[in-house]
C-alpha cells in the first residue's frame, strides 16, 4: 500500500522561503515519477510540480515557474518542494502524489495515489 506524508507546511510571511517534504512507502520510490499539487479553499485542486523518477526531468505550473522548485532523494524516499518568494496566492493545501506511470506528470490527471496534504498559509 502507496503512502505518502507531506511535512513542513505552516504559517509564514511572503517573500519567505519554505521547503515541503514528502515520505513515500508502498513503492519503489526510486522508479516512481512524483510531483506535487495543491489545493486552495474554494478552488479545484491544481497541478504545481512534476519529477521523473531519475530527476533529471521536471516540469512546473505557469503560476509557480521560477520559484519553487521540486526534487527527489531516492536514497531516502522522499519527494521535496523548495517555495521561494512565495505569495498570498499560494496558500493552499499541499499535496504529494505519484504518477500514474513512469512519465513525467504534467497535469492533475497524470497523478495516482496521494497524500494527507500539507497546509500552506503565506500572509502578506
Known amino acids: 500500500q502507496v503512502q505518502l506524508v507531506e511535512s513542513g507546511g505552516g504559517l509564514v510571511q511572503a517573500g519567505d522561503h519554505l521547503r515541503l517534504s514528502c515520505a513515500a512507502s508502498g513503492l519503489t520510490f526510486s522508479r516512481s515519477s512524483m510531483g506535487w499539487s495543491r489545493q486552495a479553499s474554494g478552488k479545484e485542486r491544481e497541478f504545481v510540480a512534476g519529477i521523473g523518477w531519475t530527476a533529471l526531468s521536471t516540469y512546473y505550473a505557469d503560476s509557480v515557474k521560477g520559484r519553487f522548485t521540486i526534487s527527489r532523494d531516492n536514497a531516502k524516499n522522499t519527494l521535496y518542494l523548495q517555495m521561494n518568494n512565495r505569495k498570498p496566492e499560494d496558500t493552499a493545501v499541499y499535496y504529494c502524489?505519484?504518477?500514474?506511470?513512469?512519465?513525467?506528470?504534467?497535469?492533475?490527471?497524470?497523478?495516482?495515489?496521494w497524500g494527507q496534504g500539507a497546509q500552506v498559509t503565506v500572509s502578506s
Open positions: 502524489a505519484t504518477s500514474r506511470a513512469v512519465f513525467l506528470p504534467k497535469r492533475i490527471a497524470d497523478f495516482a495515489s
